[in-house]
């Protein structure tokens, strides 16, 4: 057991320039929890010759065993193709169907068994069970509808919808067609679905009209008519709109229908009861679907995710690491909506033959002992959510979880860093000493996780992901590309070494960016058809311990990971910069103790204007219509001028520090400094007043501050 004090890091550099890989960290080492011998007894993958198989000199060969798990209704003949990296080529020649994976060839065994469990907000309400041969009727029904309007493989539609059984129905139904779907989390704004629409070209929008949130019946249909004018600003129209109905038969928006563009699903399933839809075969390499995601830039990410490859890598990582059985009842209680979705709550479960269940409203509605009563009433066995979640339902309700009957013999963590004492909690109180945790690191852009230990061969660490994932050969490099050491106690870039089937074969229409962004920054040769020479760049700081485990401390680049969500700076602030009174915005990342990081905004105006309150308003309203909810900022500040470079570049470290009550480093090379003390007394004061004094940052956290814009 580890409880000395790793790494006599270096000191944290004090220039202007450094970055999350210059700066050395150094945190007390945690314990081990080892995986209790009843989880070892029925893991899937408990005999150490899995760590074999999966080594490099068996690299791409051993991704066959992830493969084989599915249906092909043609067997590839090369497994990794390398021709024209970094555009891989996964199981080429090969052709299977993903609807069929996830739903047909379950029939002969399991038709009655429950392939989804759905969960409605309001308690009183009935779970909606559907079995494998119910989802099969659905999805057929569906691509029926589909099919008819014109729809074939290679189309886009966008999904605009919220955690109902209707939305993987969609899924798979537009998979069954060889139809890509890119569906946008329902808490975005009808602009920021507009604008994936006009992005991916999508001439059909899929909504529904109205769904429960912290007990209010929202009105969604609203945001679709927001979005297809938003879709026409940038050229693109939609012809139709399918709104499901939350109850069929009864509309509950007060958004009128369009006529001619906008439909009822249920009136249009009426005409194709019992319809059977032949699955189309699909190259493996042919797009499953899109899931946009924030980059440094404005524009959102379309990252592509192939068919063959994504479903082979998400069926193995849900087999190994979710350790799914058949017979389980496993709930991920994240949203469709985002990666962790598709991959955990769609695709890799229902590849796999099981019972997922899924739940429509917020974890704390109508209290916090919620997730455990579902949990004790469905009898769920894994549990998947996020560290904001386990934040937040510890801050509500510490004591809940031993109120009920539940035993989990696994349990996930995803999407930001969990602070150790927040992981203890999970492991004791909900996990009740019983269930082992897979700290998961991956990203939209990785498909499936690629950072995290298998539970039954590796002991947990609280606040480390783990080693890296089966056939994922991962690497610290530094600036330079050189290799940082385990156990150095220094932090870095992490990469992979290698490519691997999860991975996303390119954003969409926007090639070059994929390999900008995620490949040009440690290729040594643009010529080379080596994998060895195109080290897959992920955007975020990480540290690896002497027993090889990592331990991921956050984004690189100018994202913002909001409650596991990441925001893009550009996008926020190019938002708030619509604000007619607006010169200049600088989106921050503020430290909070339950969704992780928060934004907060500055922006100064425009000669002949003076701060007020109304123009607060603006800047949240803008935001809000923008990009959604989830992105309001904590506190907007209007402030004189912004630090600035002499180059004219807002030093977003400064102001990040003053919101965070850290150091502001060095200002000597500032255009301006004067205006920094300004703003510390402006903000810190206000926050003094309105009792956000935060707690004092860890060297990490202080680390992820000044680190933060100093790649923009
Ligand atoms: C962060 C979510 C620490 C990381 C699946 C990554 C994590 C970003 C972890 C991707 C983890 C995800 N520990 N940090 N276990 N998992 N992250 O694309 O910064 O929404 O780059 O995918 O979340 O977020 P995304």
Request: aromatic residues 10%.
């Amino acid at each position: 057991m580890a409880e000395d004090v790793q790494g006599q890091a270096a000191e944290a550099s004090e220039s202007s320039e450094s970055t999350e890989a210059t700066i050395a960290v150094h945190w007390r080492e945690e314990g081990y929890y080892p995986p209790p011998p009843r989880f070892i007894g029925q893991a899937n993958a408990s005999d150490p010759a899995i760590l074999d198989r999966f080594a490099e000199e068996n690299f791409p060969e051993c991704f066959r065993e992830y493969a084989d798990l599915l249906d092909w209704d043609e067997y590839w003949h090369t497994t990794l193709d390398t021709s024209n990296p970094p555009f891989w080529k996964w199981f080429a020649g090969g052709k299977l169907n993903a609807s069929y994976n996830c739903v047909d060839r379950h029939l002969a065994r399991d038709r009655n068994k429950a392939a989804m469990i759905w969960v409605p907000e309001p308690e009183d309400d009935a779970d909606a069970v559907i079995t494998y041969q119910e989802l099969y009727r659905r999805v057929n029904e569906f691509a029926a509808v589909l099919r008819e309007l014109g729809l074939q493989a290679g189309d886009r539609v966008t999904l605009h919808m919220p955690m109902v059984p209707e939305l993987p129905v969609t899924m798979l139904a537009c998979a069954r067609l060889g139809v890509v779907h890119s569906q946008v989390f329902a808490g975005f704004s009808g602009a920021a679905c507009g604008g994936r629409i006009a992005d991916s070209g999508s001439k059909f929008l899929i909504t529904m009209d109205a769904y429960y949130r912290s007990g209010d019946l929202l009105d969604h249909k609203v945001k679709a008519d927001e979005a297809v004018e938003a879709a026409r600003k940038e050229g693109q129209e939609v012809d139709k709109v399918l709104v499901w109905r939350r109850f069929p038969g009864q509309y509950s928006a007060k958004t009128p229908m369009v006529e001619g563009r906008d439909v009822f699903v249920d009136e249009l399933l009426a005409d194709h009861k019992g319809a059977v839809v032949e699955p189309v075969s699909m190259p493996a390499e042919a797009p499953l679907f899109l899931m946009y995601t924030s980059g440094t830039t404005g524009r959102p990410k379309g990252c592509q995710h192939s068919t063959g490859g994504y479903l082979s890598y998400v069926a193995g990582t849900s087999k190994f690491y979710q350790d799914i059985h058949p017979e389980d009842t496993y709930w991920c209680m994240a949203d469709i909506g985002w990666i962790t979705g598709h991959s955990y709550i769609v695709y890799g479960p229902l590849a796999l033959g099981t019972t997922t269940v899924l739940y429509e409203g917020t974890p704390n509605y109508p209290d916090a002992g919620r997730p455990w009563r579902i949990a004790e009433r469905l009898g769920v066995n894994i549990f998947h959510t996020s560290p904001t979640a386990i934040r937040m339902l510890r801050k509500v309700g510490p004591d809940e979880p031993a109120k009920y009957n539940y035993h989990f013999k696994a349990m996930t963590t995803v999407g930001e860093p969990i602070e150790p004492e927040v992981y203890r909690w999970y492991y004791n109180t909900v996990g009740k000493g019983e269930a082992i945790i897979t700290d998961t690191w991956w990203q939209t852009e990785t498909g499936g996780f690629i950072g995290t230990g298998l539970p039954g061969l590796f002991a947990m660490k609280p606040g480390s992901c783990g080693p890296a994932a089966l056939g994922v050969y991962l690497q610290i490099l530094d600036e330079n590309g050189d290799p940082i050491p385990k156990g150095s106690g220094k932090a870095g870039n992490i990469t992979a070494r290698n490519p691997w089937p999860g991975i996303f074969q390119t954003i969409w229409g926007q090639p070059d960016r994929f390999v900008s962004t995620y490949f040009a920054k440690y290729n040594k040769d643009p010529d080379s058809k080596d994998w060895r020479d195109w080290p897959y760049f992920a955007g975020d700081g990480a540290v690896q311990a002497a027993d090889g485990y990592f331990r991921i401390l956050g984004r690189v680049d100018d994202v913002i990971n909001v409650a596991g969500h990441r925001l893009g700076t550009k996008e926020l602030e190019s938002s708030a910069l619509s604000v007619q009174e607006v010169a200049e915005a600088a989106a921050v990342p503020v430290i909070d103790d339950v969704r992780g990081r928060v934004v907060e905004m500055y922006v100064s105006l425009k000669p002949g204007y003076s701060a007020s309150p109304e123009i607060e308003g603006k800047v949240k309203t803008a935001i809000e219509t923008d990009i959604g909810k989830i992105a309001r900022p904590k506190n907007i500040w209007i402030v004189p001028d912004m630090p600035k470079t002499r180059s004219g570049k807002i030093m977003r470290r400064v102001i990040a520090a003053t919101s965070n009550f850290a150091d502001v480093g060095d200002i000597t090379t500032l255009a301006n400094p004067e205006v920094v003390e300004k703003i510390r007394h402006q903000v810190q004061s206000a926050k003094h007043s309105r009792g956000e004094v935060p707690r004092e940052l860890s060297e990490t956290e202080e680390a992820e501050i000044m680190a933060f814009g100093s790649e923009g």
